[in-house]
């Protein structure tokens, strides 16, 4: 039985290129090494997932048939079921620019290809087979030009009625629409946060907008806030989470393996404190990790843990 289906609308090819030295702009740069990818927010969790030790994981989303090879490798490695629907045409490639060991990151970011759009309704039947066999479904992601802006909630008003667990990762109109779902996890960071109601908020402004999303039926609000940690809230407790990182790395990935940490804990009926400390324990590992690979649950736990400050901040 497959207990997670996670949704990646636009996913990418990573090439990833490693600079020990800062970029030098009209120069020739010599890079340290480089290497590709199977990317995509969504592809992202459930990889991180599988890396943690759960079984069961399907990904679904669009893929073009001319470089989906990189896509099929990496599912096999991971263990992914692959429900992705191919089109005639090739999966953007993304490079991203990794200097001084990762702690800048340039992205230049490209579209994918069409011959023909792939359609909607293969989409639905796919999310639609999995009904009885998946609880969590995770929509993660940016939506590409050409689909509407209202495709997350299109798919997931049809899981509603079967009481799913609905995660949505994204920003815009996109998250927007999708909260008419009253989805049972969000995941904004703060510029989508200050997007979504309309402008920049003080910090007792943050905490009043996410009581206002948490009483519109959201279970929970997880708000990254870079450098200044995260913010997990329910309807009972709003916690402040602090990671302090060993040593340097990329951040690229960061926000993914935090949702993962987070749906790996909820599958394992964490407490809310936990949730945190183990969404940021593996936020930081994978940051850490030279090749975007997060280690096993127990080693998370043992190696990070001792790194991260939580902060109950309900009654400030």
């Known amino acids: ?15 990833n290129v490693i600079l020990s030295e800062t970029l030098l702009k009209g120069r020739v740069n010599r890079a340290e090494r480089a290497f590709k990818v199977a990317g995509g927010k969504g592809i992202n969790v459930a990889s991180f997932l599988a890396d943690m030790g759960l079984k069961n994981i399907c990904v679904t989303g ?11 490798e990496h599912f096999v490695k991971k263990g992914l079921c692959d ?23 340039t992205d230049i970011n490209l579209e994918s290809s069409y011959e023909e759009l792939p359609l909607i309704k293969e ?3 796919v999310v639609n087979n999995f009904i ?5 479904y995770i929509f993660s992601g940016s939506v590409p030009k050409w689909l509407d802006e209202s495709i997350y909630y299109e798919v997931g008003k049809y899981l509603k ?59 929970y609000v997880l708000l990254s806030m870079g450098e200044n940690g995260a913010i997990i809230a329910n309807k009972d407790l709003k916690l402040k989470v602090v990671g302090k990182l060993s040593c340097g790395g990329s951040s690229v990935g960061a926000g993914d393996a935090f949702l993962a940490g ?4 909820s599958i394992k009926n964490f407490n809310l404190q936990d949730l945190a400390v183990f969404s940021t324990a593996s936020s930081l590992a994978l940051i850490e990790s030279n090749e975007r690979i997060l280690p096993d649950a127990e080693t998370i736990i043992d190696n990070y843990y001792k790194n991260i400050t939580l902060e109950d901040i309900k009654t400030k």
Do not use: Q
């Open 161 to 219: 009625d079967f009481n799913k667990k609905i995660i949505i990762d994204t920003s815009g109109v996109p998250l927007k629409k999708a909260l008419n779902l009253h989805p049972f996890a969000i995941k904004p960071n703060i510029d989508e946060f200050y997007e979504l109601f309309g402008g920049k908020l003080d910090f007792s402004g943050l905490l009043k907008n996410i009581d206002v999303l948490i009483e519109s039926g959201i279970e």
């Open 123 to 125: 989409l639905k039947r």
């Open 62 to 72: 669009f893929l073009g048939m001319e470089n989906a090879d990189c896509f099929r």
């Open 132 to 136: 009885n066999k998946s609880e969590y």
């Open 262 to 265: 987070f749906v790996y804990g």
């Open 1 to 15: 039985m497959c207990s997670i289906l996670t949704l990646t609308l636009n996913p990418a090819i990573d090439f």
């Open 83 to 105: 429900e992705f629907i191919y089109f005639h045409g090739a999966t953007r490639e993304n490079i991203k620019i990794l200097e001084n060991k990762g702690s800048t990151t």
